[in-house]
C-alpha cells in the first residue's frame, strides 16, 4: 500500500530542460519506474510542449499530476 506525500519532499528532482516529449516521457518512465509507489517527481520541463503532453501521459500512465504549473510539475508514481 502506498503513502500520501502531497505534503513532504518529493523523493526525485529531475530537471529535464528544454527535452522534447518523445525523449521527454521515455526518461520520465524510467525514472518513475524506479521509485516506489506513492513517491513524488518534482519535474523541469520548459519545453512548451509540456503544458499538454505531461498531463495527458499521466492520464493515460495512471500516474497522478498533482501539481502543474509549468515548468514545473509534481507527479506521484502509481500504485502497482
Known amino acids: 500500500m502506498g503513502r500520501e506525500r502531497t505534503g513532504g519532499p518529493p523523493a526525485v528532482e529531475w530537471d529535464a530542460g528544454d527535452s522534447g516529449c518523445g525523449e521527454l516521457v521515455m526518461e520520465l518512465r524510467l525514472r518513475l519506474n524506479a ?34 504549473g509549468h515548468p514545473i510539475y509534481l507527479i506521484r508514481r502509481r500504485e502497482d
Open 35 to 68: 521509485m516506489k509507489p506513492g513517491d513524488l517527481l518534482k519535474l523541469t520541463a520548459t519545453d512548451p510542449g509540456a503544458r499538454e503532453d505531461l498531463p495527458a501521459w499521466c492520464r493515460l500512465t495512471g500516474h497522478a499530476l498533482v501539481e502543474s
